[in-house]
């Protein structure tokens, strides 16, 4: 399968329509492929500009999915017109669906304690054939060596072949890039969900989501956590997804009028 990944604002994010990135995981996830799922909107593309090791670590990753529409509409500008949304709670029910479905198990890792124990009442539930390899939170603080070691261990001595992770952007996408080919699954990073799924956050309507006001939608939630945020990376994304549609318009234009030009039979003079 051609992975492509197209540079948006200077980051590469992967255009494949979602059933195909939801496919490739679940391929990965037979064979337990350490790979890496990074869930990308606009603030961890804003975040990897000014951090030239998070820059890395997305330019590393297997997958990065566009889960904001902003860089949905940015992929499809950029000539994959067919791009759809591959958003972090879509991801996380689909491949739960299918891994019930094959036989594949899933590990939750992250978030706290009454969150995780929400969510595996809700996945008995939601999906009764689902294979639950393990569950557990993280502590607030850098792991020791040793208690990094046997998280790997248990991880791995699980069979998990997908391993979600809810740390937050940027923390769980370096915690990913840092456990690559040391956690013998597929492992996706998806912050919030977490906490959405188990029921203790909404999520926007679909409404919302598709006209790309969910930031909006959040901000009304949590205005103190997130205002400085949006402030400080919608408004410049803006400025630069606008430049480097311009930019490609120009050269675009600039390759026709050449070839328009090569193509014009020569004038000769009777």
Not at 173 to 178: G, S
Request: glycine fraction near 6%; include cysteine; proline fraction near 5%.
């Amino acid at each position: 399968m051609d992975l492509t990944k197209v540079d948006i604002i200077g980051v590469p994010v992967t255009a494949l329509s979602f059933q195909d990135q939801i496919s490739a995981m679940m391929t990965w996830a037979k064979e337990r492929s350490s790979r890496v799922v990074c869930v990308a909107n606009v603030h961890m593309l804003m975040e990897s500009r000014g951090d030239n090791s998070f820059w890395s670590t997305l330019d590393k990753a297997d997958l990065v999915t566009p889960d904001g529409m902003p860089l949905v509409w940015m992929i499809r500008l950029l000539g994959f017109g067919s791009q759809d949304r591959v958003a972090g709670m879509d991801i996380f029910v689909s491949v739960c669906q299918r891994a019930a479905a094959e036989g594949v198990s899933i590990y939750l890792l992250g978030c706290t304690q009454p969150v995780i124990d929400q969510m595996v009442i809700k996945l008995k539930r939601d999906f009764p054939q689902l294979k639950l390899a393990g569950a557990e939170p993280l502590p607030f603080r850098p792991l020791t060596e040793m208690e990094d070691r046997d998280l790997v261990e248990r991880i791995n001595s699980s069979g998990a072949g997908v391993m979600f992770l809810s740390l937050g952007c940027p923390k769980q996408e370096r915690w990913m890039n840092n456990h690559k080919d040391r956690i013998q699954s597929v492992m996706v990073g998806i912050g919030g969900v977490f906490s959405v799924y188990a029921g203790l956050q909404k999520r926007a309507p679909t409404w919302v989501r598709e006209s790309g006001l969910e930031w909006l939608y959040r901000l009304a939630q949590e205005p103190r956590r997130l205002w400085h945020r949006y402030q400080s990376t919608i408004p410049p994304f803006i400025v630069l997804a606008v430049r480097q549609v311009l930019a490609r318009a120009r050269t675009q234009r600039s390759f026709f009028q050449t070839k328009k030009g090569l193509q014009e039979p020569s004038k000769i003079r009777a």
